[in-house]
């Protein structure tokens, strides 16, 4: 297997999950690189603007084929500088007194962002970006809470969980390519990876992994049951 592979993610996706793993990628199948292309838009497959990409929501085109890989768990966090500086909160109420950080608000219609606002009514936004990192950049220097990925969070050492009993949202995670790379060697080799990633990660730090996946004529979708957890 050798040759070019772009691959589309969310950043939070490719910085925190896919870079960590390039190098047993890569050793695995020392010819392949990788063309990473981090973007909160979709991008459309059937003009090849990328090859295979993990998304978060399953894809509708009839021309896609989209594999479950897992479920990615969402918590709230903050710095121990900001907690230290503002208090804590002991109850979701207490949320409103606080700062928070999130996306900008073109992407208020994301499935987490309608949570964070139905869970915090009127939220006090200090700072509004369009990538995870940059959230957990600023959430890291104390400028308020933030909605994150449990498995970007636990990345960074000055982050702390913060109402962890509080119920937070979770999203699916898919691996989606055209059909007329179904079968490509360099596709299988990463999406086989990427699935055999997420199954490592297992509960540890807020992924979940999927078993066994349900092929239809348009989509390889799934209705796996979780993995045991570790």
Known sequence: ISGPLRVTATDGLINYVLLPAVAELRRLNPGLTLELRTDTRILDLSRREADVAIRLVRPREPA???????????????????????????????????????????????????????????????????????????????????????????????????????????????????????????VKAFTDFVGQLVRGAGNQNGLDSVGRVSESADHCCSHWAHLQRR
């Open 64 to 186: 896609l084929i989209a594999r479950r890989i897992g479920d990615m768990h969402m918590g709230l966090f903050a710095s121990g500088q900001y907690l230290e500086r503002r208090g804590t909160p002991r109850n979701a109420g207490a949320l409103a007194t606080h700062d928070f950080i999130g996306f900008d608000a073109g992407l208020d219609s994301v499935a987490q962002v309608k949570w964070l606002h139905r869970t915090v009514p009127n939220a006090r936004y200090v700072l509004r970006a369009n990538t995870t990192t940059t959230q957990v950049i600023a959430a890291s220097l104390g400028h308020g809470i933030v909605l994150l990925p449990v498995f970007v969070a636990e990345r960074e050492p000055t982050l702390r969980r913060v109402l962890p009993r509080l119920p937070c949202p979770s999203r699916e995670l898919w691996s989606v390519t055209h059909s007329d790379l179904k079968g490509n060697p360099k």
